[in-house]
């Protein structure tokens, strides 16, 4: 079992940055994705950015340029620097990270952000 403890988050103004943190305990080998993903009230869970082996491979369209993801793929940790948040961007953060085909996700971060 993979357990993954998300910290970060809260509210900001738009224009204004957050930097979300994740750490994987328990048995988190042979985890060579991870990522994060966000779900808006009444809406469908999305996939923000993702580590690949260390490496981004992946950011959404809404997001690039703004948000930077990061790891250590060692310490199986994952942050998503979150850069000229907007409103849009206010949802509930999810952590993710895949082992043998199955995903595990964090408890959820808030992210809030003021017009």
């Known amino acids: 079992q993979v357990q993954l403890v998300e910290s970060g988050g809260g509210l900001v103004q738009a224009g204004g940055s957050l930097r979300l943190s994740c750490t994987a305990s328990?048995?988190?080998?042979?985890?060579?994705?991870m990522g994060w993903y966000r779900q808006a009230p009444g809406e469908e869970r999305e996939l923000v950015a993702k580590?690949?082996?260390?490496?981004?491979?992946y950011y959404a369209d809404s997001v690039k340029g703004r948000f930077t993801i990061s790891g250590n793929n060692a310490r199986k940790t994952v942050a998503l620097q979150m850069n000229s948040l907007k409103p849009e961007d206010t949802a509930v953060y999810y952590c993710?990270?895949?082992?043998?085909?199955?995903?595990?996700w964090g408890q959820g971060t808030q992210v809030t952000v003021s017009s």
């Open positions: 328990g048995t988190p080998f042979n985890i060579n994705t």
């Open positions: 993710n990270a895949r082992q043998f085909g199955i995903n595990f």
């Open positions: 580590l690949t082996s260390g490496v981004a491979t």
